[in-house]
T-cell receptor, first 114, second 114 residues
Framework: AQSVTQLDSQVPVFEEAPVELRCNYSSSVSVYLFWYVQYPNQGLQLLLKYLSGSTLVKGINGFEAEFNKSQTSFHLRKPSVHISDTAEYFCAVSEFQAGTALIFGKGTTLSVSS | DVKVTQSSRYLVKRTGEKVFLECVQDMDHENMFWYRQDPGLGLRLIYFSYDVKMKEKGDIPEGYSVSREKKERFSLILESASTNQTSMYLC?????????????FGPGTRLLVL
């Protein structure tokens, strides 16, 4: 069965510092991987996704993630964060199968302060 | 752009009331999903649908039912609301053929059951 583990529930950083939000998954088959962001009192917005091809994926707002199949990881990174990046971030996985629902991690709260 | 709308942003109901949460998507997606989101628990799948009049139970279907009479509309029904159903409810839609299952979310409905 699939599962997703976000290794940090909260990540506090200072503005302009780099950040990495960690995500590991388990699955017996090939997968698609996603990162979503949720700003306060809003729905989830797609940040980036890995479907195939290059293992380094670039998303919106300067974020990127790297798919590492051997380590079953899909960590999210940004070289310099802004106050406006403060939000909750969710990693999700689905299997190579039509219509399969996403399995979400429990989320990581990124708090950026000045 | 995909647009997923939910009928209410905030809702207050009394214990025992029947509650309807409506979700509409405008991208002709075949898949639609209902999640609930609670602090520390992430997103949990309640029900999903792969086609009109078709539904599948997710991880936590107890106390809920759904209806999908038209492709663009997916309703979540709380037959007799209870205080433990106080939560944020998120609707999503996707198409495997167009987007390989990437889910697009509505803004959420925050439900308070008194």
């Amino acid at each position: 069965a699939q599962s997703v583990t976000q290794l940090d529930s909260q990540v506090p950083v200072f503005e302009e510092a780099p950040v990495e939000l960690r995500c590991n998954y388990s699955s017996s088959v090939s997968v698609y991987l996603f990162w979503y962001v949720q700003y306060p009192n809003q729905g989830l917005q797609l940040l980036l996704k890995y479907l195939s091809g290059s293992t380094l994926v670039k998303g919106i707002n300067g974020f990127e993630a790297e798919f590492n199949k051997s380590q079953t990881s899909f960590h999210l990174r940004k070289p310099s964060v802004h106050i406006s990046d403060t939000a909750e971030y969710f990693c999700a996985v689905s299997e190579f199968q039509a219509g399969t629902a996403l399995i979400f991690g429990k989320g990581t709260t990124l708090s950026v302060s000045s | 752009d995909v647009k997923v709308t939910q009928s209410s942003r905030y809702l207050v109901k009394r214990t025992g009331e029947k509650v309807f949460l409506e979700c509409v998507q405008d991208m002709d997606h075949e898949n639609m999903f209902w999640y609930r989101q609670d602090p520390g628990l992430g997103l949990r799948l309640i029900y999903f649908s792969y086609d009109v009049k078709m539904k599948e139970k997710g991880d936590i279907p107890e106390g809920y039912s759904v209806s999908r009479e038209k492709k663009e509309r997916f309703s979540l029904i709380l037959e007799s609301a209870s205080t433990n159903q106080t939560s944020m409810y998120l609707c999503a839609s996707s198409s495997f053929l167009r987007g390989l299952g990437t889910q697009y979310f509505g803004p959420g409905t925050r439900l308070l059951v008194l």
